[in-house]
T-cell receptor
């Protein structure tokens, strides 16, 4: 069984400040982990994914996330927030197959709404 | 990137009526489509998995006779909420997958259903 917990349903930062969105997972098998972003009136877009290669994963728009097995965490960070980063962010986990791709059902966290203040 | 169109974006209906939501993959063929439901402040919950030309697979606790899913072509899946009641009010999101792996999974923008 798999589960995802996102700590904090709302995060508010000032423009230029560090963004940190927390995600902890539970998985009985090696996980593949994803971060998605949803802008208002748009579908979820893939920000980045961890697929058992490098533990520090870089995504689009300056975001990155680090897989820490010992802490079962996959927190999302960005050094300097921009107004355009305001959106809802979802962490998700799925299973991995031997071929190095993600398959099966995605299990999502509750989402974190990021607000960026001028 | 790949585009998934979901329509309508918002619907309000009376209790007892049926509502159909469409999910289209605009520039790729989707062998598999997924339907999710999201209640306020909760995570996306997978309702069912739909493969083109075959019956949908429903998650535990999801009534297949209430949430009818049709995936008649490689670019279109529909979810029909039959005899809707206020407790069915929720945000419904579809996703379409190009091939067997989640690296090619794309989401629609969602449908907010309000049942009066």
């Amino acid at each position: 069984a798999q589960s995802v917990t996102q700590l904090g349903s709302h995060v508010s930062v000032s423009e230029g400040a560090l963004v940190l969105l927390r995600c902890n997972y539970s998985s009985s098998v090696p996980p593949y982990l994803f971060w998605y972003v949803q802008y208002p009136n748009q579908g979820l877009q893939l920000l980045l994914k961890y697929t058992s290669a490098a533990t520090l994963v870089k995504g689009i728009n300056g975001f990155e996330a680090e897989f820490k097995k010992s802490e079962t965490s996959f927190h999302l960070t960005k050094p300097s927030a921009h107004m355009s980063d305001a959106a809802e962010y979802f962490c998700a986990v799925s299973r991995a197959n031997a071929g190095g791709t993600s398959y099966g059902k995605l299990t999502f966290g509750q989402g974190t709404i990021l607000t960026v203040h001028p | 990137g790949a585009v998934v169109s979901q329509h309508p974006s918002r619907v309000i209906c009376k209790s007892g009526t049926s509502v159909k939501i469409e999910c289209r993959s605009l520039d790729f063929q989707a062998t598999t489509m997924f339907w999710y439901r999201q209640f306020p402040k909760q995570s996306l919950m997978l309702m069912a998995t739909s493969n083109e030309g075959s019956k949908a697979t429903y998650e535990q606790g999801v009534e297949k006779d209430k949430f009818l899913i049709n995936h008649a072509s490689l670019t279109l899946s529909t979810l029909t909420v039959t005899s809707a009641h206020p407790e069915d009010s929720s945000f419904y999101i579809c996703s379409a997958r190009q091939g067997p792996y989640n690296e090619k999974l794309f989401f629609g923008s969602g449908t907010q259903l309000s049942v009066l």
